[in-house]
Every structure is written in structure tokens, then in C-alpha cells.
């Protein structure tokens, strides 16, 4: 019983994946960077709190839906701390992840605000609650009984790493790095969730007024030896000061389908004063596209608690 369980349990976090919704990966997309690099905890000057809702797959029952509650500062001028909280639901199978983080910067210049140079070192410790119920209400056979109204939890860690010089920028994170075990009679059973992150990016001013930063993003999942590829470009324009508006696309596939495209995710955002409100839709372009709807997100984010230093474009929030 306990085996069906935990392979329940695997099915059920890999779920985010075959959604093709990658519920981190897109909060990030809305302008929420430490969802998917920890190490960009307190990379702003002002601290960033958030708060997003994902829906997908509209026109079924019991649809897909996301929502996460974020936070992140920079304290003092070489430390950066961050937390989440993201509820995952999905019919009976729900998820809900904690996440808390330490990220230590080096620094390699004392002018920072005219031309920012760091390296930013995090590691975080998550708690993941899975949780299963009312499967037969659900009217489906062949289940485990053992699967109705349970629950299990699961904690792990995070390294990651960001280095920021200028207009460039290159992170990489490991996830999930510790494995867990599930007792099976007399055999112990290593369940390992590793998947690794990477992104490149660099921002151009084609005017005083204007940014463009094309990035690559590149996702493996060691458990199911299954690569991503995410290709991407932001423009943003500054109307006034106090007002900028932003626009963003994102392609991505895998790899070893010969980049069998998965998504086109189209972006648009405003940050007025403290404010920044932002909203993407997929198109989904996987299996199931010519079945489902794509997947709607929003996200509202405020700056607080700025330092009292310049705040230079390299240093959008």
C-alpha cells in the first residue's frame, strides 16, 4: 500500500510538469525572480512581496489552479532573505510548498548603484505537504483505497547561485536535493526529485528610455532524464519615473523530442510607483493543447522596505 502511495505521491509532483504549467517557472515569468532562483533573494534594494493566481485547462472539471504568496529583501548590503508559500490543486490531489531562504552576496564593487557586481550564494529548506482526498467521490475505479483522505509530507533543500555584473546575469539552482525513502516490506527505496535550473540573460538600452533583455533558460529533471529549453525576450518602456510598462513572450520545448514545442507564453505588465501588476496566458502547444484551454496568470506585487540607495534601471524590480 505505502508503495502505491509514494508512486501517487511522485505522479502527483511531477503533475506540475505535464500540466505544462511549470507553476514556479511561470511566476517568474510575471516579474517574480526568486520563484525560480532562490539566489535572487534580495537582488532589489526594495524588498518584493507578491502574491499570484494561476488557472489552466479551463473547460474541464475540477481544473488546475495555482497560487502562491511571495516575499523577498535584501537586508543590510550582503544578505538577502526570501520565503513562499504556493498552494497546488489539482480535482482531489493537493499540494501546498513552504519555502525559506539565506542568500549571502559578495560583492566586487563599491559603486553599485551605477554598476551593480555580485555574486549571490542561497540555500533554502522547503517543506512539501501532498495531500489526497475524496478519490472516491471522484467517481474513478481502480484506485487505492489507501489514497483517499491521506497525507504525507516530504522536506528537502535548495543551493543556488546568481552572478550579476552590470547588464549581465547568470543563475543556476539545483532543487530537491535530498532523497527520500519509501519502505516497501524489507526494501528501502530512494525516491530522488533533483531537477536542475539554469538562466542566462543580458539587458540592452537601445535608448534612454527603452530595455530589451532576450534570455535562455534551461530546465533538467534527473529523475525522468528529461530536458527543457526556454527562449525568451522582455521590452520595457519607461513612460515617466514613476511609470513603466513591460511586455514579454516565452517559448519552450523539450529537447529530447527535438524541441517539441510545449508553450507560447505572452506577457504584459505595469510598475507604477510601488506597484507592479502583470499578466500572461499560455498558449499550450503540448498534447493536450487541441483538448484544453491554455492557463491564465496574474500577479500583484508591491515594493517595501527600499534602502535608501539610487535605484538605477540594471535595478528593476
Sequence with gaps: MKKHFIIALLASYFCAYAQ????????????????????????????????SVRQQW????????????????????????????MRDENGPTKQTQLQLTYNHHLKFNSDEAKNPHRLMMAVSGQALLYNYSDLEGTGSTGYDPALTNSSYTNFNANV????LKNSFRASVTANSLIDF????????????????????????????????TPSATYILEENQRRDMWDFGAKFSYGVNPETRLWAR??????????????????????????????????????EYGSYYKGGHQIRIGIKVFCQNVCRCDEDEW
Excluded at 479551463?58 to 543590510?76: C, E, M, Q, W
Design 181 to 212: 525513502y519509501s519502505k516497501n516490506d524489507d526494501n528501502v527505496e530512494p525516491i530522488t526529485l533533483r531537477n536542475y535550473v539554469g538562466t542566462l540573460e543580458y539587458k540592452f538600452f537601445p535608448s534612454d528610455k527603452t530595455s530589451l
Design 249 to 286: 513572450v516565452s517559448y519552450r520545448g523539450y529537447m529530447d523530442d527535438g524541441m517539441k514545442p510545449l508553450a507560447l507564453t505572452p506577457i504584459i505588465g505595469i510598475d507604477k510607483n510601488a506597484w507592479k501588476i502583470s499578466y500572461s496566458y499560455d498558449f499550450d502547444m503540448g
Design 160 to 163: 543556488s547561485f546568481t552572478y
Design 20 to 51: 505544462e504549467g511549470l507553476p514556479n517557472y511561470n511566476t517568474y515569468l510575471l516579474g517574480d525572480e526568486y520563484m525560480l532562483h532562490p539566489s535572487m533573494a534580495g537582488r532589489s534594494v526594495c524588498g518584493d512581496a507578491s502574491l
Design 58 to 85: 479551463f473547460g474541464t472539471d475540477d481544473h488546475p489552479a495555482t497560487y502562491v504568496l511571495s516575499f523577498n529583501k535584501r537586508i543590510g548590503e550582503r544578505r538577502g532573505i526570501g520565503a513562499y508559500v
